[in-house]
């Protein structure tokens, strides 16, 4: 493939499921579907600020680990399975505090819906970056992964993101305190966190890990959709 071709495929396959799934989660709204322009703030803070946020932080958080002695062998766990979903489900949600997202969130199911955005956003980029390690596995492997990853990373992403969206969207509406925030956040981290686990083969198996992370998502990526549609 020529360099062009390459680069042109892969952009394409990283960012169309993700921009796709976003008008999904917009459209799953009947009445006052959200306004375009903090549907992409949100996406874009995701595919930009977020990721190289999390990049820098994932680092300076994993060098401790990394060079300890005692912890080096449980560093790669550590950081799939905490550091990750910690860092990650705080960076991207930072986008429903921009002004004018924030000011759109009048309605309980618009925290779901942006931070679902902004988990899309996250992922496209991920893809991309993943993406571009796939293709010296041939077109056969890169396409395959591609695909698992255009379904599951951006359900993942999707699902951990609204929960702390809706969240934050609570508290901006009562005028209370963003403590309130916490629980959704926990289980923000703990919906990553498990997602990643499964994908960990030395525990659980390739294939199993695979078919539990993908019927995991599934569930989860429905059941936000289906909060959306109540509180619609």
Known sequence: MTTVFTWGLLIFLSFLPPLLYTLWIRNTERCHREQWKPIFLCFLWGATIAVVASFILEIILELPFTYSLS???????????VIAPVIEEFTKPLALHLKSVRNNLDELEDGLIYGAVAGLGFSATENLLYGYSFLSEGIVVFLVLMAVRSFGGCFLHASATALTGYGYGKTVMKH?????VLPYFILAIFLHGFYNFLLSYEFVGVISGFFLAFLFVIIAITMIRNRIRTLD
């Open 71 to 81: 912890h080096a062998e449980m560093a790669p766990f550590l950081a799939t399975v």
């Open 176 to 180: 209370s305190s963003l403590f309130g």
